[in-house]
């Protein structure tokens, strides 16, 4: 052992060294309470609850700690522990219920000081406005993603919405560092300077499964253990939607947000159909409907008549259609589009927009021109996402880029055309 002084004896440094030992642990152990991600969705009405993740290393319960925001004193809740997919770090979970609507709440995790906070959805947007934020095809590279989210966080949305192909990790567990830096761009840069969480809703892509999970020729049955096994991340990750991948989530009763499946981890013909004219069919009195898929009915890159965008125009759009939807978000083409209002595949103005096509964090593509595609008022080779605005039965939206130029609205602005 290193003499720190000639006139200390031994026995003194010994102890020195074992105690300054023992201190510099404990400051790893605590310093590992830092959460490595940090997300936050939900899974029931989001004006009273908040499903809080955060992941470790450490597969001991944790404590979260929360509080109404300014109030004196903090609540605790212990996490379940839930495995994170073909990796040793871990996910806590604390799904909070019972909270106020509109407000804002103080969270700590575990031993750590720093303090977050997020807020519940508003109990009326008669009287309030939201915001969203809507995109997909999160992130063919790390720092377009976080250039995008940066741009999101700087219009403080309620939350935002990402319709698959998150982190482009295939389902394949070699991958699973893909998905650690895709959480490492959402606490980076969807967490906002002041502290709020904006939280997350994900829908599910062509990216999330893996396809060669099943022998050839082999009929694949749709149930719980053959999704989790297509799709290990998606499925494992995200307490929402869950199983069976395709859900609807109701904010009260003024707006209720559809994600779907497009043939990925579930066949659009069958059930996923039967549950969605069903579950439209009881939404008569919501005041706002938004449907979101990954593979778009009226691509602006691919091709029209591709299967999967053939199946969505005829087994999801009469449906849509019948329940006065005004807005459906689409992804997959790596581009910007906005259609025409369609009603029964031709343009009507009592119809519905379509919006995508998934570029928040892709190398975009070149897009059908809109001049000679009957379809398309708006299409650019861009990386973009939209922001929505419902307030009553009204909305808009405008679209900004990944530099923060706004690209587009509708209803039209004037200074847009």
């Not at 575990?110 to 906070?117: A, M, T």
């Not at 482009?168 to 709020?196: C, H, M, S």
């Amino acid at each position: 052992m290193k003499i720190i002084h000639k006139d200390i004896p031994y026995w003194k440094q010994v102890s020195l060294m074992l105690y300054l030992v023992a201190v510099s642990s404990l400051s790893t152990a605590f310093a590992q309470q830092d959460p490595i991600g940090i997300f936050l969705t939900w899974k029931e009405d989001p004006l009273t609850t908040m499903v809080v993740d955060w992941h470790l290393e450490s597969g001991s319960p944790e404590v979260l700690h929360v509080k109404e925001k300014g109030t004196d004193t903090w609540n605790q809740q212990q996490s379940e522990v839930h495995p994170f997919p073909h990796s040793e770090r871990k996910i806590h979970r604390v799904a909070l219920s019972g909270l106020k609507p509109g407000t804002p709440y103080s969270i700590k995790f575990g031993n750590g000081n720093k303090e977050y906070y997020f807020n519940t959805m508003p109990a009326d947007i008669a009287k309030e406005s939201i915001r969203i934020a809507i995109g997909g095809d999160s992130m063919h590279d790390q720092s377009f993603m976080e250039k995008t989210n940066t741009q999101v966080a700087k219009f403080d949305p309620h939350f935002a919405a990402i319709g698959g192909d998150l982190a482009y990790a295939n389902g394949d567990p070699k991958n699973v560092k893909r998905w650690y830096q895709w959480f490492d761009a959402v606490k980076n840069t969807l967490i906002r300077e002041d502290g709020r969480i904006i939280p997350l809703i994900v829908g599910i892509g062509n990216h999330e499964v893996r396809k060669a999970v099943f022998e050839e020729g082999e009929e694949v049955i749709y149930n719980d253990a053959n999704r989790a096994k297509m799709a290990p991340f998606y499925y494992g990750l995200f307490a929402f939607p869950g199983q069976p991948g395709y859900a609807v989530l109701d904010f009260g009763k003024y707006f209720s947000f559809f994600l779907l499946d497009s043939d990925h981890s579930n066949p659009i013909i069958g059930p996923q159909t039967d549950w969605l004219k069903k579950e439209l069919a009881v939404r008569d009195d919501v005041t706002q409907i938004i449907t979101m898929h990954h593979v778009p009915a009226y691509p602006s890159v691919r091709d029209f008549n591709g299967t999967t965008q053939s199946r969505v125009r005829e087994h999801w759009l009469p449906l849509i259609e019948k329940a006065g939807v005004k807005l459906v978000f689409e992804n997959h083409d790596h581009a910007y589009k906005r259609t025409y209002p369609i009603k029964n595949n031709q343009v009507d103005k009592d119809g519905v927009v379509f919006i995508g096509d998934g570029s928040w964090g892709t190398r975009t593509r070149e897009t059908h021109d809109p001049e000679t595609t009957w379809y398309l008022d708006k299409a650019m080779s861009v990386r973009a996402f939209t922001l929505v605005t419902l307030q009553g039965s009204s909305f808009n939206i405008i679209s900004i880029d990944d530099d923060g130029n706004v690209i587009d609205s509708y209803p039209q602005n004037p200074l847009l055309k």
